[in-house]
């Protein structure tokens, strides 16, 4: 499955592909954004540090079972601080369709465009 | 009868990402078998088995991944795709490749997956579906609260780290050890249920915590458990020797390693990339991540993936165990034995007859299935006459099938064959033809029972969304890669 986000900074277009990302999982309105989780990641290019962040957020899905809806991505060079907010997944309410096992290289892109906004895409397994 | 060799289809290739455009040029070289001669930075040539629909039918980047593939250094004979052919992450999902260490071969995280060791395990009830019929709503709702599926769900067993290594490097014979089946259980599995070469040390802390409460859960997607009738038996006398006659209920168990294995894959992807111009490899697709076979990398990738099978055979040896708690609560007369246990996403050392020598090669599978033919020295003396049976998961609703390895696989395939129907559609078109809860209400008029935790994950995977398994399987046949024994219909079916 491809993640597509678009933003006015590689940050802003980060966030948005997170948000693609719970969409795959669930509807995104009904995840609160109740608890935060920070994350901090490195990557030797902004392609690389795309998937560093997007695998980083599958992993605290997967070991704090628990849904994101909001994110915050600040970028310093090669290095990023981000914030999740989410609630513990629900089986009931979320109905979650699959879970995500990681983000790969395939279609991997981090651009900007020809309208000046960035692009940030890759496929995910699941 | 059709002209051998000298049909020539071009399917022009589109690389949607870089505005590229390159052909590759598909010879036929019989009515199921196809070539893409090396051109570029190809070493070996790419085999496609298929049948013309099936070809017409394959995503173009199929063609694309299988000439990365065999670029790769290292490689030996072909690049193969099965007839399941789709679309995958650097590797196309059904590929086959085999590397030699001696030539400078490499191990590529990216050609066994994130989902190590996935595979499809299958289990005689000794009950006709006849006795199961009258049950079938209890069994399913018993599944379904028994085996832990879908997102969010924990198993029951929570392991310490020392817990988890003993399992790591134990695989199903550490389960069975923890009381989980029995030691008969490990003839039929493949490596006897415990994977050797495995170095838990070369796990993370986070694969492990990714696990630590997921054994013995079945996972999402296109995860199953399905109580199944065999509907047809194309080979009595195979079928026999399996112990498989029309109308006996049979259980399909379709899982893998779980998040330990997904991590492994994730950790090791990066590294591979990062690594790869240290080693002098130039990759055309980041996702074929590799690194050489002999390198720290691509040994201490080998410990831990190898580690990772281990995750998925005690994983299966566990659900293993909870069906059978279900069985005996449900229907008490069952005797749930093992008929067969295979992977599909895994690297392993074998030995294949290349060029007149026999070579140890490192035949990458992912999303194929080992399928040795009689007489091959690995397979358990119960199964040496016959040969290794090849399950194939079909999508939800459909059918199922078995298959036994063939002596000829030996020199098409590495001894490979499909793995399954293969997706035909994008989980989001899907949901945008189907609706869950309509599925799940059609397939009960049909007699299948679904249980599954999300509606939008039965509407993903609707049967409508996968190839046509018969069609794969036929066409796995008719290029002689396995042979046909026995078809299988759903009755229930416990989906992730």
Redesign the interface.
Known sequence: MGLRGFGATPAQAFEQAALALTATITDLELVAPHQSVEIECEGEDRELLLVDWLNALIYEMATRRMLFSRFEVDIAGSRLTGKAWGEAVDRKSHSPAVEVKGATYTALRVAQQENGDWLAQCVIDV | MRNRCVSTVVWAQWY??SGMSEEYRLKRESEFSWRIDPIGKMRVPGIIYADEDLIRGMDNKVFEQLANVASLPGIVQAAYAMPDAHWG??FPIGGVAAFDADEGGVVSA?GV???ISCGVRALRTGLTIDEIEPLKRQLADALFRQVPV?????GRIHLNDKGMTAMLRGGARWAVEQGYGNAEDLQHIEEMGCMAGAVPEEVSA?AR??QQDEMGTL???NHYLEVQRVAEIYDPRIATAFGLKENDAVVFIHCGSR?LG??I??EF??YM??AAPKHGIELP???L?CAPIKSELGEAYLGAMRAGINCALANRQIITHLTRQVFAEVLPQADLTLLFDVSHNTCKVERHLVEGRKRNLYVHRKGATRAFGPGHPDLPETLRAVGQPVLIGGSMGTESHILVGSEKGAELSFNSACHGAGRAM???QATKQWRGRALVDELAERGIIIRS?????VA?EAPGAYKDVRAVVDAAEKAGLAKKVARMEPRVCIK?
């Open positions: 949607e990402y992450y650097g990216g997956g994130f989902d879908g997102v969010g769900s924990t986070r915590k990714r996972g999402s997607g998040g997904h991590q894959g994730t992807l990066k990339v990062l697709d980041r996702e991540a994008s989980r989001h935790p999300s509606m939008r994950g993903e992730g």
